[in-house]
């Protein structure tokens, strides 16, 4: 089950940061379909780690183009409880 | 013997008028659009000429904003107009013979936050967009994408002339034979707190902030500096030739143009303006004119004390008595590339018009500069060909020269 805070988020980045029409913000979009290219994840990923304090690595393996927002959100929630783990354990 | 070139569409956006019409009825009213910035409160000059927000992000569409600066969306919208207004239909044009020449003086000015991270160590906070959105080189790139040009793509960086630079590198690519239509302007957004700190320190400003706008008064005896602003200026270029064969209309004719440099002093001008009397002589000799031919300078006029006194000297110079002289910078303030592109669009809409626009404020003229400059009112007249002068920092002079068609 993915992260539904950071879900929510990350579909309210796409409405209001990149402009794209909120009924094309559905879980089977691709990214391509969206216009997020590589820059534009990039883009996300540091949003994320600026206003969310939430630190990923430069690249997600398995996210392109023609991922989905369902699995690139699942992907990306993986990829921010995994590094909050490690955040956490490294502060114990 | 060079073709002909014609300017056949125009684009504005500028404080106080999106769009051609709006910012040339704005000029023609003589009223200032300097007022208090809420961006720069509590900042020594705390007032600049600002393009509203909203207008820009209603004109720009979805999808944009996110990756360019305020330089690159003035650029993009102003250069649509101007395509728009030259009828030419970018679906079904020759891309390949359009080019784009779009010139800015400085970028990567606006990003206090992103600097912030660098100075943090918070890399990975950086936006990735940082290097897309402010090289000056964006802006003729993210035109070029829009309008599917893809003809000789350049960008002109000469500070303050950067616009009126970039139309005379046009005027050469298209004396060339190197394309057969140039998308070509300046786009500048220099009203942000690095603009308004670093040109107040350096004593540029006017510091009028209890009247701001009376601040910006080009070869007013009460001027104190220029007045910091920003917008866009596009001018469609064509081989007359090929907008005959389209039947489009013409505005006018770029029948000159040249640079020159003071090789004098990095900001202030040659005391006698030497280098934009070298300038503007060989514009136009370049168009086949002599002096008397002129019927009209749209000055630099930045409303400081060095470059007024200097263009007046300038303009003496080469004129002897000159001709009916204006400056836009006393209604726009000063949006470097920006302006010098308007103000080159503005010298066409005066030969097309056949009126001069005010110079707001110019209440008490300076009694050391002896010209004749259109104040209060718009002066009709029938002009056969117009002078439009820019000069910056680091010496930089370009003197463009348009003739009715």
């Not at chain 1, 690595?57 to 959100?73: E, I, R």
């Not at chain 2, 720069?40 to 000429?49: A, Q, T």
């Not at chain 2, 160590?121 to 090289?135: D, K, N």
């Not at chain 2, 503005?346 to 001069?356: D, E, K, M, W």
Request: a negative charge; charged letters at 20%; hydrophobic letters at 45%.
């Amino acid at each position: 089950m993915t992260d539904q805070p950071l879900v929510a988020r990350l579909e309210a980045l796409l409405r209001d940061h990149f402009e794209i029409a909120p009924e094309a913000v559905r879980p089977d979009a691709t990214f391509r379909e969206l216009e997020i290219d590589s820059l534009a994840m990039a883009e996300i990923l540091a949003i994320l780690e600026d206003e969310d304090g939430i630190v990923l690595p430069p690249t997600l393996p398995g996210l392109g183009g023609d991922t989905t927002l369902a699995d690139g959100f699942r992907i990306i929630a993986e990829a921010a409880a995994e590094t909050q783990g490690e955040t956490a354990g490294a502060a114990r | 013997m060079k073709p002909s070139i014609a300017v056949t569409g125009l684009g504005i956006v500028a404080p106080g008028g999106i769009g051609v019409k709006a910012a040339w009825e704005r000029l023609l009213s003589g009223v200032p659009t300097a007022a208090r910035d809420p961006e720069l409160e509590g900042m020594p000059v705390d007032f600049s000429c600002r393009i509203d927000d909203d207008a820009i992000a209603a004109r720009l569409g979805r999808g944009l904003r996110w990756r360019t600066d305020r330089f690159i969306q003035f650029a993009v919208i102003a250069a649509r107009e101007a395509v728009d207004d030259a009828g030419l239909y970018p679906e079904e044009w020759d891309g390949d013979r359009v080019g784009v020449v779009i010139g800015v003086g400085g970028s990567a000015m606006a990003h206090p936050g992103e600097y912030t991270k660098l100075m943090e160590g918070r890399f990975g906070a950086m936006t990735p967009s940082l290097v897309a959105r402010s090289q000056p080189g964006m802006a003729a790139g993210e035109v070029s994408i829009d309008l599917g040009a893809r003809g000789p793509l350049l960008t002109t960086s000469t500070n303050c002339t950067s616009g009126a630079s970039g139309i005379a590198m046009a005027k050469l690519l298209l004396d060339s034979g190197a394309c057969d239509i140039v998308v070509v302007g300046g786009a500048e957004s220099a009203r942000n707190t690095w603009g308004s700190a670093a040109f107040w320190r350096m004593g540029a400003l006017s510091t009028r902030c209890d009247d701001p706008a009376a601040a910006s008064r080009p070869f007013d005896a009460d001027r104190d500096g220029f007045v910091l602003s920003e917008g866009a200026g596009v001018l469609v270029l064509e081989r007359e030739e090929h907008a005959r064969a389209r039947r489009a209309r013409v505005y006018a004719r770029l029948a000159g143009q040249a640079l020159s440099g003071d090789a004098h002093h990095c900001v202030a001008p040659e005391p006698g303006g030497a280098g934009a009397v070298r300038a503007m002589r060989a514009a136009i000799a370049d168009a086949g004119l002599t002096p008397a031919d002129i019927d009209h300078v749209n000055a630099h006029g930045t409303s400081t004390t060095l470059n007024d006194i200097a263009e007046h000297l300038a303009l003496r110079a080469v004129f002897g008595t000159p001709p009916p002289v204006t400056a836009n910078k006393g209604v726009f303030g000063h949006a470097i590339a920006g302006g010098s592109a308007m103000e080159a669009a503005f010298s066409v809409l005066s030969l097309h018009q056949r009126v001069v626009p005010p110079t707001a404020n110019l209440r008490r003229q300076d009694p050391e500069i002896d010209l004749d400059v259109v104040a209060g009112e718009p002066r009709c007249a029938a002009l056969r060909s117009v002078l439009s002068n820019s000069v910056g920092f680091g010496g930089h002079n370009t003197a463009l020269v348009f003739t009715a068609p």
